[in-house]
């Protein structure tokens, strides 16, 4: 038996109706699939703090352009971290990454439950008559969905059932603030402030005050979402300029901007690791720092670090394998998950990595190592040692001068401290909102609370805030699973008017492992085949099972000698218990629809 199918098939099932607390960009309307009848609706699992959903909304826009009077994109905000359950949260983000479609706000996820979506992101397509017909998980299925979208019009143009007109979006008012959503800063040789203005696309320069706007760069077009900053050793500044997957460089002398790494198109399993600055493939750089004589890049969109070396302009990948999870070693065998923010301080280059809620660091050696945290699934505002503190997705660090980092810890609205001397953690502030990186400016610290659209000045407290300590776990519940065999299918099935690519060996990859590793008796590793058996050990009892798929497909045109090819994607951290009447099969939808384990081509 096989999960991966040659052509998707069209079963009927009934889409269930849309629930949540609240909905946006609708004008104050509940929106509901009777009322949407007739329209072609994608529903958009997503959750702010993933980068894999942020490039989603980025495969989504084309499409979203294109067919605005037949398709409905519908957002099903689902949140990881407890944090994203808060309402105002999800309505910055929306305004933050330009999302131009109704978005439910589903704290409980009980659309998510309605729907069985095991992974951020998700893309379900329900057709004019209220039927899945459907479903993607990850990246790289926007020309899948388009090849659909195409499909289904003209199905039901031909059955008339097929309404075409404008859809529920509306706007929310714009918001007059000078800065919107900034996301880090440096401090420039003339005591000035560098501020990458996110949501606006721009850089701003900032007098010594933190408010007096100085001058503005870029928001023509010349940045897309700009995050980190890092003064190199010419006096020019490296800018992560995250969504059109490149580093640029700003001279603060002459105001003028220049390429320096990236093609502005987003790497892909398959791309070079290593090459010409300016031909090798990047994937959103959340931040930038010199180090070691070279300039590192969080690469946040394949969960690695790369280097650009000056002398060659060359980049390549330095550290991360692009699995997501937290497992510490040598560069080449470290798993991150989105590193968001990067400090260089002497020997070590620290390294907040956000999805797994951890402070980590890689040191000359070329070995990475953690500080504090667990993994992608514990997360929370404990203090004390480092074995036991927690932090809920952090997007910064600043090195301080006593040898200890300021860790801006964005989802608890706090500054921590890291003492690798004591090993101790504490806070040094709360009540900011969302801090995504913070600068030292003399004897005070300048934190960039982003969701107040603001810099903030605090004078480096001699002794630590008191905070009541919280930790959490995901609120996703755990699928029951039985002890002894269970049997992993990855279901894929290649777009319409697509097969695998099989020109150059297997087209398809599949890696398993377990959070505690001990879960798993047998089945651990890498291989080929999408379906998989797995051996559990019932005394483990419950854990987390780790799996990456990929697949390509290309166009099946056997005249085309330069078939256009696909990569599909995705990482799952599927929380699992082990019980007495659990499930023996897992099956995770890669893209297609599951049809059970007797179903043809399941």
Known sequence: MNAVSPAPRRPRVRAP????????????????????????????????????????????????????????????????????????????AVERYRVHHPVLDDPELATWKQYAVRAWPTLVVIDPEGYVVAQHAGEGHAHAIARLVGELEREHAEKGTLRRGDGP????????????????????????????????????????????????IGGDGEFSEPQGLAALPDGTVAVADTVHHAVRRYDPETGRVTPLAGTGRQWWQGSPTSGPALATDLSSPWDVAWWEGKLWIAMAGVHQLWTYDPETKTVRAAAGTTNEGLVDGPAAEAWFAQPSGLAAAGDRLWI???????????????????????????????????????????LGVTALPDGSVAVSDTYNHALRRYDPASGEVTTLATDLREPSDAVLAGEDIVV??????????????????????????????????????????????????QKLDTRYGPSTRLLVSATPPELLLDGAGAGSDLSRGLEIDAAVGEGVLHVSAMAASCDDDPANPYPACHVHQQDWGVPVRVTDDGEGRLALVLAGMDEGPDAEGA
């Open 448 to 497: 960039v609370e982003s969701a107040r659209h603001r810099l903030t000045r605090l004078r480096l407290p001699e002794e630590a805030v008191r905070v009541a300590a919280v930790a959490h776990r995901t609120q996703r519940a755990a699928t029951d699973i039985a002890a002894g065999r269970l049997r992993l299918d990855v279901v894929f099935q290649a777009p319409a008017g």
């Open 17 to 92: 109706e849309l629930r949540g607390r609240a909905w946006l960009n609708t004008g104050g309307e509940d929106l509901t699939l009777a009322g949407l009848r007739g329209r072609i609706v994608i529903l958009d699992f997503w959750t702010f703090c993933c980068v894999n959903c942020l490039h989603v909304l980025d495969e989504l826009r084309e499409l979203e352009e294109k067919h605005r009077d037949t398709v409905v994109i519908i957002g099903v905000h689902s949140p990881k971290f407890v944090h994203e359950a808060d309402h105002q949260a999800v309505v910055d």
């Open 352 to 394: 907040a990595d956000s999805e797994t809620s951890s402070l980590r660091w890689i040191g000359t050696d070329s070995v990475v190592r953690t500080a504090v945290g667990t993994g992608l699934f514990d997360f929370g505002h404990r203090d004390g040692a480092a074995g036991q503190a927690l932090f809920q997705h952090p």
């Open 169 to 216: 979006y509306v706007p929310p008012e714009p918001a007059a603030t000078g800065l919107r959503f900034p996301g880090k800063a440096i401090v420039l040789p003339s005591g000035n402030f560098l501020v990458s203005d996110t949501t606006r696309h721009q850089l701003v320069e900032l007098a010594p005050d933190g408010e007096s706007v100085i001058r503005r």
